[in-house]
């Protein structure tokens, strides 16, 4: 049927209005926008909501397609619609599309718009009628919803203000801004207290920006870079007041609007004409930051709605940055904690050369840890723990742990009788832990460790361990081996034996130690780690510390998942011109003839100002494994950093250092060999015991 049948275009649908004034009445009136289109798709009848709505007069309009009047609508897209509709005859509802009108040509607004076809009484098709309803409110509340709603999902994804400011400024560009920058003050991002933040000397640093055409103007800062806002300008402003506030860049432009580099000195970007908004971030009632978020025509100025929105946002991120605060206050404390329970200076060795490391993992400090004790007989005592948490507890425990290892290791115990003492600690510290009320569970407590004893003299190392990863060992021309050691149950459980096992050394060997975290890197493989420990042990001549750098001096270290203890040590044989040994018999004649044997070794050592004290001290000791051990007498010296005085014997009755009166005869002499010596002790071995004393090497005598 031709577009004819209407009657008259010009007369608003005369035609149909005059057998339905009434009905006709009521829809020109109607406050929602309605229009009549003929089979071409032409307006033939608009009502007044309609055209107030468009802004686009009722002339305008009838007898030409809606691309004709309104160019800035997806036209296209709108006429398929209503093509589809003339075609098939079923309605569309509801389908909502976006465009600027003649009134506000600056404001986008969104509009519900609803379809069907239009039939007369013998089925004839007679075109389209469209209802339209503004709903710009509720499209934008939907989309501040939407924009509130991905800010939350971020604050709760990370505790690193930079990934968080990162989303923030995902989340606003280009929804809410063209720009954005987020600055916090320096002092926060580490950990400190907000109170006072604004001294007058603090500075900002930035920690996002992004925008929709690059990095924006040109002088603005970087990412973790220093930046300050210029005395006076409106960001100063805002960050003394704590008030969120609009502007509006005038048309010759402005300087000093957004912060700048503090360091370089680089001029302040000249803002084109745009609008700005200043948003400061507020955390436990304090000014931590300011966020700027700025955006260009053709797109509408803020409102008051947008500032609403963008106070919210930052509102939310700002609890992010708080938590993060604290996390990083923690953290930072944690740390300190545990780098003052490591040990600070690892004492010098003639016979073992080491190097250390610790990495705390991006989650936080952990109880990880290690040793180098060195212990009687030139020995050398290599330890490394892992206990179980994060935190300034796990930290804590494990300077507890490290202070009992010491201690057991001066008693020149067996690694597999430590890891004994040191479990039964553990049960003791898990019951200090079981809450006395039985509806709390007790605080997560264990640890693992490795216990290695290295004698440079036999050139062999025991081992023991208690659930850690056994060590890998690499001698000159071998490749790298993880030894069978037994595992032992972890450091906690109780009731349950460790095992020792020996392995033989070269010179040169290599002994990594190693806590899991080194191989708990997120999303890779296990073995990953593990070859990249074969890797950098493969060259076992290079430098201990170029050793470690490879192993953790990585850049995806902050993805580890677990913090790292790593003690890389080589191996160094005592030769025969720096021990001597003699065996003596049960005899007090042979006491005489040992004190000879000492002095002629000393002198040949150029040692001859301790030649008096170690007679003394080979006198009194093998006096006392005559009198009373039995069996064989076997006397050594060895030459290291001290020098070490050791005799042998096969009893296991441990001496007893006791104070003589007066008028007695004997009682002496253990007293004498604990103020001639440096120190002095007992250590058992499978068939005797060794009391040792150690005396200084003068300075001036050359090693």
Same mark, same amino acid.
């Given at each position: 049927?031709?577009?004819?049948?209407?009657?008259?275009?010009?007369?608003?649908g005369?035609?149909?209005?005059?057998?339905?004034?009434?009905v006709?009445?009521?829809?020109?009136?109607?406050?929602?926008?309605?229009?009549?289109?003929?089979?071409?798709?032409?307006?033939?009848?608009?009502?007044?909501?309609l055209?107030?709505l468009?802004?686009?007069?009722?002339? +305008?309009?009838?007898?030409? *397609?809606?691309?004709?009047?309104?160019?800035?609508?997806?036209?296209?897209?709108i006429?398929?619609?209503?093509?589809?509709?003339?075609?098939?005859?079923?309605?569309?509802?509801?389908?909502?599309?976006?465009?600027?009108?003649? #009134?506000?040509?600056?404001?986008?607004?969104?509009?519900?718009?609803s379809?069907?076809?239009?039939?007369?009484?013998?089925?004839?098709?007679?075109?389209?009628?469209?209802?339209?309803?503004d709903?710009?409110?509720?499209?934008?509340?939907?989309?501040?919803?939407?924009?509130?709603?991905?800010?939350?999902a971020?604050?709760?994804?990370?505790?690193?203000?930079?990934?968080?400011?990162?989303?923030?400024a995902?989340? !606003?560009?280009?929804?809410?801004?063209?720009?954005?920058?987020?600055?916090?003050?320096?002092?926060?991002?580490?950990?400190?207290?907000?109170?006072?933040a604004?001294?007058?000397?603090?500075?900002?640093?930035?920690?996002?920006?992004?925008?929709?055409?690059?990095d924006?103007?040109?002088?603005?800062?970087?990412?973790?870079?220093?930046?300050?806002?210029?005395?006076?300008?409106?960001?100063?402003?805002?960050?003394?007041?704590?008030?969120?506030?609009? +502007?509006?860049?005038?048309?010759?432009? !402005?300087?000093?609007?957004i912060?700048?580099?503090?360091?370089?000195?680089?001029?302040?970007?000249?803002?084109?004409?745009?609008?700005?908004?200043?948003?400061?971030?507020?955390?436990?009632?304090?000014?931590?930051?300011?966020?700027?978020?700025?955006?260009?025509?053709?797109?509408?100025?803020?409102?008051?709605d947008?500032?609403?929105?963008?106070?919210?946002?930052?509102?939310?991120?700002?609890?992010?940055?708080?938590?993060?605060?604290?996390?990083?206050? +923690?953290?930072?404390?944690?740390?300190?904690?545990?780098?003052?329970?490591?040990? *600070?200076?690892?004492?010098?060795?003639?016979?073992?050369?080491?190097?250390?490391r610790?990495?705390?993992?991006?989650?936080?400090?952990?109880?990880?840890w290690?040793?180098?004790?060195?212990?009687?007989?030139?020995?050398?005592?290599?330890?490394i723990?892992?206990?179980?948490?994060?935190?300034?507890n796990?930290?804590?425990?494990m300077?507890?742990?490290r202070?009992?290892?010491?201690?057991?290791?001066?008693?020149?115990?067996?690694?597999e009788? $430590?890891?004994a003492?040191l479990?039964?600690?553990?049960?003791g510290? $898990?019951?200090?832990e079981?809450?006395?009320?039985?509806?709390?569970?007790?605080?997560?407590?264990?640890?693992? !460790?490795?216990y290695?004893?290295?004698?440079?003299?036999?050139?062999?190392?025991?081992?023991?361990?208690?659930?850690?990863?056994?060590?890998a060992?690499?001698?000159?021309? *071998?490749?790298?081996?993880?030894?069978?050691?037994?595992?032992?149950?972890?450091?906690?459980?109780?009731?349950?034996?460790?095992?020792?096992?020996?392995i033989?050394?070269?010179?040169?060997?290599?002994?990594?130690?190693?806590?899991?975290?080194?191989?708990?890197?997120?999303?890779?493989d296990?073995?990953?780690?593990?070859?990249?420990?074969?890797?950098?042990?493969?060259?076992?001549?290079?430098?201990?510390?170029?050793?470690?750098?490879?192993?953790?001096?990585?850049?995806?270290?902050?993805?580890?998942?677990?913090?790292?203890?790593?003690?890389?040590?080589? $191996?160094?044989?005592?030769?025969?011109?720096?021990?001597?040994?003699?065996?003596?018999?049960?005899?007090?004649?042979?006491?005489?003839?040992?004190?000879?044997? #000492?002095g002629? !070794?000393l002198?040949?050592?150029?040692?001859?100002?301790?030649?008096?004290?170690?007679?003394l001290?080979?006198?009194?000791?093998?006096?006392?494994? $005559?009198?009373y051990?039995?069996?064989?007498?076997?006397?050594?010296?060895?030459r290291?950093?001290?020098?070490?005085?050791e005799?042998?014997?096969?009893?296991?009755?441990?001496?007893?250092?006791?104070?003589?009166r007066?008028?007695?005869?004997?009682?002496?002499?253990?007293?004498?060999?604990?103020?001639?010596?440096?120190r002095?002790?007992?250590?058992?071995?499978?068939?005797?015991?060794?009391?040792?004393?150690?005396?200084?090497?003068?300075?001036?005598?050359?090693?």
């Amino acid at each position: 049927m031709s577009s004819g049948s209407w009657g008259d275009r010009t007369s608003e649908g005369g035609e149909w209005q005059s057998g339905h004034s009434l009905v006709g009445q009521f829809l020109a009136r109607s406050p929602i926008g309605m229009a009549f289109m003929d089979t071409d798709l032409r307006y033939v009848w608009i009502n007044d909501a309609l055209e107030q709505l468009g802004g686009v007069s009722r002339e +305008e309009r009838l007898g030409k *397609r809606l691309g004709d009047v309104l160019p800035r609508l997806d036209a296209v897209a709108i006429e398929s619609v209503l093509r589809e509709v003339l075609e098939t005859g079923r309605p569309a509802v509801d389908v909502e599309y976006h465009g600027r009108t003649r #009134a506000e040509p600056d404001r986008e607004h969104a509009y519900s718009t609803s379809f069907f076809r239009l039939e007369d009484d013998s089925g004839g098709v007679r075109g389209v009628c469209y209802m339209v309803l503004d709903v710009t409110d509720r499209w934008r509340a939907r989309e501040y919803l939407a924009l509130l709603s991905r800010a939350g999902a971020w604050t709760a994804r990370t505790l690193d203000v930079f990934s968080l400011a990162e989303g923030l400024a995902e989340v !606003c560009v280009p929804d809410l801004a063209d720009l954005i920058t987020v600055d916090i003050f320096d002092s926060v991002l580490q950990g400190e207290s907000p109170d006072g933040a604004l001294s007058g000397v603090e500075r900002l640093r930035r920690v996002a920006r992004r925008g929709t055409d690059g990095d924006g103007p040109e002088g603005i800062a970087e990412v973790g870079r220093l930046v300050q806002f210029p005395l006076g300008s409106p960001g100063a402003q805002c960050l003394s007041d704590g008030t969120s506030r609009r +502007e509006a860049v005038p048309a010759q432009g !402005c300087a000093g609007w957004i912060a700048t580099d503090a360091l370089l000195g680089t001029a302040a970007p000249i803002l084109s004409p745009c609008a700005l908004m200043l948003v400061p971030v507020r955390a436990r009632g304090s000014v931590v930051g300011m966020t700027t978020l700025l955006r260009r025509a053709p797109r509408e100025a803020f409102d008051d709605d947008d500032l609403l929105v963008a106070d919210e946002i930052v509102g939310r991120a700002a609890l992010g940055v708080e938590s993060a605060r604290q996390f990083t206050r +923690e953290r930072n404390t944690a740390l300190a904690l545990q780098r003052f329970l490591l040990p *600070r200076r690892i004492a010098a060795q003639a016979t073992v050369e080491v190097a250390t490391r610790y990495l705390p993992s991006g989650g936080g400090v952990g109880g990880d840890w290690f040793d180098v004790i060195p212990l009687s007989g030139a020995r050398v005592a290599l330890v490394i723990g892992d206990v179980v948490g994060h935190g300034i507890n796990a930290a804590a425990s494990m300077g507890r742990l490290r202070t009992a290892v010491r201690t057991l290791a001066n008693l020149d115990l067996a690694p597999e009788e $430590i890891l004994a003492h040191l479990d039964d600690l553990m049960l003791g510290l $898990i019951a200090e832990e079981s809450p006395e009320d039985h509806g709390q569970a007790p605080s997560e407590l264990g640890a693992t !460790c490795l216990y290695a004893v290295c004698d440079p003299v036999a050139l062999t190392c025991v081992m023991a361990r208690a659930g850690h990863p056994p060590p890998a060992v690499v001698g000159p021309d *071998r490749p790298v081996v993880l030894p069978d050691l037994p595992a032992g149950p972890p450091l906690g459980l109780g009731g349950l034996p460790f095992e020792s096992a020996e392995i033989e050394l070269a010179e040169g060997t290599l002994l990594a130690l190693y806590t899991d975290g080194l191989f708990e890197v997120r999303g890779q493989d296990p073995d990953v780690g593990l070859a990249r420990l074969y890797a950098a042990l493969a060259s076992p001549d290079r430098p201990l510390e170029d050793m470690c750098g490879e192993l953790l001096d990585r850049p995806d270290a902050d993805g580890w998942d677990d913090d790292v203890a790593l003690l890389i040590a080589r $191996i160094h044989g005592l030769g025969a011109d720096r021990v001597t040994s003699w065996d003596l018999p049960s005899d007090p004649a042979a006491v005489s003839g040992a004190r000879a044997m #000492a002095g002629r !070794c000393l002198e040949a050592w150029g040692l001859s100002d301790l030649v008096f004290t170690t007679e003394l001290l080979v006198s009194e000791l093998v006096t006392n494994a $005559i009198r009373y051990a039995s069996g064989p007498i076997r006397l050594r010296l060895i030459r290291e950093s001290v020098l070490t005085c050791e005799v042998f014997d096969s009893s296991n009755v441990s001496p007893r250092l006791r104070h003589a009166r007066t008028l007695d005869e004997g009682g002496r002499g253990l007293f004498l060999v604990a103020q001639l010596s440096r120190r002095w002790g007992t250590r058992y071995t499978t068939d005797g015991k060794i009391i040792w004393a150690e005396q200084e090497i003068p300075q001036n005598v050359v090693a």
